[in-house]
C-alpha cells in the first residue's frame, strides 16, 4: 500500500482564534519573526491555552523560532489534542501513524483521527478514509464509509479527497454511492461517524 501520508507540514497551516494574548503571537508567527512569536506564545502555552500548545507544537515540528524537535513538538501537540484542537488531534493521529518520535501505532492513529474527523477536520476525515478504504489499523474495509468520509473532507476543501472519491466511485455500485451520500448528508460535525456501512463492507 502506497505511503498514506506524504508529508505532514500541509496540515500544519495555522488557524488564529481571536484570543486575547494569542492573536499578537499568532500575527508574529504568520509575518516570520518567530523570536517574538516565541515570546509571546510559550507562556500561553504553559498555562494551558490550546491554541498557543498547538502552534508551539508547530513550531518545535518545523523548527521555526526553535531548535527542531519531534519529541517537543508531540508534547505540545497532544496536550492540546486532549484539551479537543481538532488540528492537533490530527497532528498526534498522524505522528502516531508514521511514528515520528513516538512508538508507531495505528490504532492510536485512528482514534485521534476520528476524534478530529468528528469535528469537522477535513484532513482527519481523508486520512480515516483512507484507512477504511486500504484496510489498515484494524478497520474493517469499507468503501462506503472512505466515500463519506471523502465527501465530507472533499467539502472541507481537501482536494485528495475528491481524486480518492471520483476513483472509488468507478467502483462501487449505484446502491454504495446512494448509502454514503445519505451518510454524509446525515452526519453533523460533534457528533459520531458511523463505524459500519449496510452495503460497503468487504468481508
Not at 59 to 81: E, I, L, N, P, S
Not at 82 to 104: F, R
Not at 196 to 203: L, Q, V
Request: net charge positive; no cysteine; proline share 3%.
Amino acid at each position: 500500500m502506497k505511503k498514506i501520508f506524504v508529508a505532514i507540514a500541509f496540515a500544519l497551516g495555522l488557524h488564529v482564534s481571536a484570543q486575547a494574548g494569542f492573536a499578537e503571537g499568532a500575527s508574529a508567527y504568520n509575518a516570520r519573526n518567530y523570536a517574538l512569536a516565541l515570546k509571546e506564545i510559550a507562556p500561553l502555552a504553559r498555562a494551558g491555552n490550546a491554541e498557543a500548545q498547538h502552534l508551539l507544537g508547530l513550531m518545535y515540528y518545523m523548527g521555526r523560532g526553535v531548535t527542531r524537535d519531534y519529541k517537543q513538538a508531540f508534547t505540545w501537540h497532544h496536550k492540546a489534542a486532549l484539551q479537543g484542537k481538532s488540528d492537533a488531534q490530527y497532528v498526534v493521529g498522524a505522528m502516531y501513524y508514521t511514528g515520528n518520535s513516538v512508538p508507531q501505532d495505528q490504532k492510536h492513529a485512528v482514534t485521534w483521527f476520528r476524534r478530529a474527523a468528528e469535528q469537522g477536520h477535513g484532513e482527519a476525515q481523508h486520512a480515516l478514509g483512507l484507512m477504511y478504504r486500504y484496510h489498515v489499523a484494524g478497520l474493517p474495509q469499507d468503501m462506503v464509509l472512505a466515500y463519506m468520509l471523502w465527501n465530507l473532507a472533499a467539502a472541507n476543501g481537501n482536494r485528495n479527497a475528491l481524486e480518492q472519491r471520483a476513483a472509488i466511485s468507478r467502483q462501487m455500485t449505484q446502491e454504495q454511492i446512494e448509502e454514503a451520500q445519505a451518510l454524509s448528508r446525515l452526519w453533523r460535525p460533534g457528533t459520531p461517524l458511523p463505524t459500519s456501512s449496510r452495503t460497503g463492507s468487504s468481508s
